[in-house]
């Protein structure tokens, strides 16, 4: 059973940036952040696939491309999150999720292959 624990989010104002961190207890193939809104559903946002030597393969949701980035510490076992140019739609809790894989399954299903998820942090962005 591996535990998921983020941290880092908070409140901000538009245009500032965030980076959140998602520890894992124990190793994990593929790992990816969530978002869920309020009143929307579950968003996948981002993907992180450490294949062989150290080398991650990398995706990011179209809705936040350019302005988000994935990246992963091997020895430390943590995820981060590098939110810049925030907006007040990206205001949510973000969770982050992991599973054990041969590739990163579909983050546009709302999470549903994911076996692992954290309790999430909550991102506000104000005007």
């Known amino acids: 059973q591996v535990q998921l624990v983020e941290s880092g989010g908070g409140s901000v104002q538009v245009g500032e940036s965030l980076t959140l961190s998602c520890a894992a207890s124990?190793?994990?193939?593929?790992m990816a952040w969530f978002r869920q809104g309020p009143g929307k559903e579950r968003e996948g946002l981002a993907t992180?696939?450490?294949?062989?030597?150290?080398?991650?393969?990398?995706s990011h949701a179209d809705s936040v491309k350019g302005r988000f980035t994935i990246s992963q510490d091997n020895i430390k076992n943590t995820l981060y999150l590098q939110m810049n140019s925030l907006r007040p739609e990206d205001t949510a809790m973000y969770y982050c999720?992991?599973?054990?894989?041969?590739?990163?399954?579909?983050?546009?299903?709302?999470?549903?292959?994911?076996?692992?998820w954290g309790q999430g942090t909550q991102v506000t962005v104000s005007s």
């Open positions: 124990g190793y994990m193939a593929c």
């Open positions: 999720a992991a599973v054990e894989a041969q590739s990163c399954p579909s983050i546009t299903q709302g999470g549903a292959p994911y076996t692992y």
């Open positions: 992180f696939y450490r294949s062989s030597g150290f080398k991650g393969v990398l």
